[in-house]
């Protein structure tokens, strides 16, 4: 069993959490079981009870599961992690846990458009009262916490427009009302940022994305103090939201290359973002390591890097924007990101094509934006697949 001594991150992501069999397997081994044999029927009771550790049910605890939520929580530093079946059962399993009638959350406008989803149409059913607010305006974070706020919730850098939340003060402001701050760590990763080390209390993941990094398996994961984590286990053994022993695999074969990934995408995407910036069809690139991105001093401050994630808004509106995709013969249409593989999409029809057309210009998703996740390709070959929808506008 792997035994964390003050390791580096790299080191945490190729070995942290495995625990191998008697079989002495080098990899990672995959239990593709569903159910366990006990030694007796007083085990059996005891595991049921909870008075004694070990396996019980695949739906709830899993050896390669829980490989990988404990390598998740060694690169988030977190006390544990809780995998489930995507990244939004992950958020869902938080609220479901965490939350009651009554209770109050303040969300960001500027979050993927089926976490909005979740909180507008979904919490609001149980009773949970949901308030919107600008990422940024601290102010508006301010006016929104009530006696009932039990929950803030974000993305930062956000999704697509890449603003940046100052998350240590955003912590500060939770817990002055007594309430928690979950952060979505999807854009970055721990690779290079780690909320809980600035104040956050949960870290959620579609783990689908970068921790996967090649768009294979559907996946999540929440990350934080062991109590909070607990809770949302109760809810996984009750709901059974949960991760496959495969996906989980995967996810761990992915994590070891995760910060060497991280890397190249953010070199490829500073790159393309600079490119992007001087083409005369282009309005806006929104990428934080450009300078002149108003969050680009709090990222280089919060971040080691600045992602792989850029957007940008081309003149001309949706017939621009869609000819430019439509002509890109590398570039993959898709909604998935984080991939190996560069995808290109259109949010305000896609990703956030359920949100009222109000509830996108509150959130900044124009017709004429354009989200882009950089892979790992030669930039000048990325290039040149956009500049053949560019060159027409």
């Known amino acids: 069993m792997f035994e964390d001594d003050g390791y580096a991150f790299d080191t945490l992501a190729v070995r942290a959490g495995q625990v191998r069999s008697g079989e002495g397997e080098h990899s990672e081994a995959m239990f593709l079981t569903s159910s366990y044999v006990f030694p007796s029927a007083a085990e059996a009771a005891a595991r049921f009870s909870g008075e004694s550790s070990g396996n019980v049910y695949s739906r709830y605890t899993n ?20 995998a489930t079946a995507s990244g939004m059962a992950a958020i869902l399993s938080l609220c479901m846990a965490l939350l009651k009638s009554g209770d109050s959350v303040i969300c960001s406008r500027s979050v993927f458009g089926t976490t909005t989803a979740l909180f507008a149409r979904y919490m609001k059913k149980f009773g949970v009262r949901v308030t919107f ?33 100052d998350i240590r003060q955003l912590a500060d402001l939770a ?56 809770e949302l286990r109760a809810f996984l053994r009750t709901a059974g939201p949960s991760m496959s022993p495969f996906n989980a695999w995967v996810f761990l074969k992915g994590l070891e290359t995760l910060s060497l990934r991280m890397q190249t995408h953010s070199r490829n995407a500073l790159a393309l973002a600079w490119w992007l910036d001087e083409q005369e069809a282009v309005e806006k690139v929104n990428y934080t390591g450009l300078p002149k991105h108003p969050g680009h001093l709090l990222a280089a401050e919060q971040q080691s890097a600045f992602g792989g994630m850029l957007s940008f808004s081309v003149r001309g509106g949706r017939e621009a924007a869609w000819k430019v995709i439509d002509n890109c013969k590398i570039l993959s249409c898709t909604a998935n990101l984080g991939d190996a593989k560069t995808t290109i999409v259109h949010p305000a029809t896609t990703t956030h094509g359920r949100l009222s057309e109000e509830e996108r210009a509150r959130a900044g998703i124009s017709e004429s ?3 882009v996740s950089v892979g790992l390709e030669d930039v000048e070959d990325l290039q040149r697949d956009l500049l053949r929808g560019l060159s027409q506008l």
């Open 175 to 230: 817990h002055s009302a007594g309430a928690l701050l979950a952060v979505d760590n999807c854009f970055c990763t721990p690779a290079l940022q780690r909320p809980l080390s600035l104040g956050a209390d949960i870290v959620v993941h579609s783990a689908t994305k970068y921790l996967d990094g090649q768009g294979r398996c559907v996946g999540g994961v929440a990350v934080g103090r062991r109590e909070l984590m607990g």
């Open 369 to 371: 934006l354009i989200r």
């Open 63 to 82: 050896p390669t599961v829980r490989m990988f939520e404990d390598r998740m929580a060694a690169l988030e530093g977190g006390e544990a992690a809780v």
């Open 133 to 165: 607010v600008d990422l940024t305006d601290m102010q508006q974070w301010r006016d929104a916490l009530d006696g009932d706020t039990k929950l803030l919730f974000m993305e930062t850098p956000s999704n697509p427009l890449c603003e940046v939340a």
